[in-house]
Structure formats: C-alpha cells, structure tokens
C-alpha cells in the first residue's frame, strides 16, 4: 500500500509537470484556431462581399464590424488572464488580529471550515494563508480565492483574474456563437447539389472553422452557465466541492453584492478586463486577502 501511495503522488507530480509543458502550445492552439476563423470568415467569404454592393455589401461590412469588436474583445480578455497573476500570499502575510480570531499560533492551527475563522496554513509553501486561498499544484505555490488551474490560459485562475476570465469565456461564447450562424449558409452549401465556388483550400477552412467554433460555442456556454452559478452564489469552482457537506455559505452576500465582489461597483468597467482605481480603494475583496460574511457568521 506504501508503494501504490508513493507511485501515485510521483504519477500525480510528474501530471502538473506536464501541464506546466503545454504553455506555449496551448496558446498557439487558441491563436491557430483564431486564425482558420479569421481566414474563413473575413478573407474567403465575407471581405470579398464587401465589393458586390448593394444589400450584400451591407450585411458582410455588419458581419466584420460585429466579428472584429468581439475579436478584440476577445483576445484583450484571454491575454489579460495569461499574463495577470492570480493572485499570491504577501510573503510575510499575517491575519490583522490573531486574537479576534481566537487562535494562541495561527502556524498550527487547522484548515479552515464553514463554522469558524481560524487561520489556514499551507504545509507546501510553509506559510500561512488567508481564507480562500487554495494550493495549486502545477504552478507550486498558494492561489488567492483560487477557482482552478485553465490549462487553455496556462495559468491559475484566481482572485486577481476571475472577472477577466468570465469575460474571455463571454466574447469566446458570443464570438464563436456568431461565426457558426454566419458560417452555417455556407456549411449547409456542403450537403446541396449546387456548385460551391471557392478552391478546395477556401472550402476546407470554411468547414473546419464551422465545425470548431460550433464545437466551442456548445463547451463554452456550459462553462460560462456554471461560472455564472458559482458568482451568483460568490463560490469558486473547488469552494463549491467543499460546499457539499456544509450549511450557508459565510460569503453569499446576496446577488448584488456577490456579482459586486467579482466585477467590481463601477458598470462602466463591467465588461472590460479591468477595474476602476476608485473600486481598488474602496474594494479590498479585489486584492483577494479579505472578504466580507454574513453578520451571522461573524458572531460566531
């Protein structure tokens, strides 16, 4: 039994080692998959239209305002993810008041559970850490408010970097959502007898591309619908887990407020990747180390 132990936390180790790997890759992936659609959507189908006149003319310059908006939208969201960390514990981070918190060595104290506000510790790292903050294995250190590890942004997703990720798997959804209806006449062309013009270079990409953005369309509206649940219920994707076997959650705030912690007060900021100053002041919930609870959960 020891050895079956040993050999599943090496096979376990060497797994985040791979994820770490596939970085580049990943995004490649992602910038590949946007440039077939690219190609099959402005170049070889609706950039040509553009020269007909007429009602045609005005129906492809709407398709390419519409695509290229949501594009960016798109891709400043997905690399506002990749390249902003998530969120890690202040080096010599301690609780504000390790005797509000009825803890004599907050260092030995037990994790965390929906009951109490006793001070978490990470045996890995070897610190302490605050509430909702999760260890991830693949990037080696402690995760602030951590939802889970995306291998397709080769990054965690965490306190610092949530609403950004909404918001890639937003324009991703509405994006993909657009190319499969504008793409969907010329997938059905396939399957007719009419004669399709366009080389079989054009027609490949024209079918790949329906094809993946329908597949990701599909997969991604089921992700966003859950992520839509978990800032609903102001939970993350491993804290819902742990929800299983406990009562109220100490963080649901309500709707608003719920939504609020992730998107920040200022609507102007709601749908780009980014926060105004005056909600970094005034929110400290967005810094990822503290988190208001319910009124009843703190009497506690």
Known sequence: MHRSGTAMAWNVFKFCTALRGLGSIMILLVLGVVGVTYYAVVLTNYGPALSQGGFDSFTALTILLLFHFLLAMLLWSYFSVVLTDPGVVPPNWRPASDEERGESDPLNSLEFDNSNLRVRFCRKCNQP????????????????????????????????????????????????????????????????????????????????????????????????????????????????????????????????????????????????????????????????????????????
């Open 129 to 300: 850490k605050p509430s909702r903050c999760h260890h991830c294995s693949v990037c080696g250190r402690c995760v602030l408010k951590m939802d889970h590890h995306c291998v397709w942004v080769v990054n965690c997703v965490g306190a610092l970097n949530y609403k950004y990720f909404l918001l890639f798997l937003f324009y991703t959804f509405l994006e993909t959502t657009l190319v499969t209806l504008v793409l969907m006449p010329h997938f059905i062309a396939f399957f007719s007898d009419e004669e399709i013009p366009g080389t079989p270079g054009t027609l490949a990409t024209t079918f790949l591309s329906f094809v993946l953005n329908l597949a990701f369309a599909l997969s991604v509206m089921g992700f966003l619908i859950m992520h839509i649940s978990l800032v609903a219920g102001n939970t993350t994707t491993i804290e819902a887990y742990e929800k299983k076997t406990s009562g109220k959650w100490r963080y649901d705030l309500g709707r608003k407020k719920n939504f609020e912690q992730v998107f920040g007060m200022d609507k102007r900021y709601w749908f780009i990747p980014g926060y105004s100053d005056e909600d970094l002041r005034r929110m400290p919930e967005l810094q990822g180390l503290e988190y208001p609870s319910k009124p009843d959960f703190d009497s506690q």
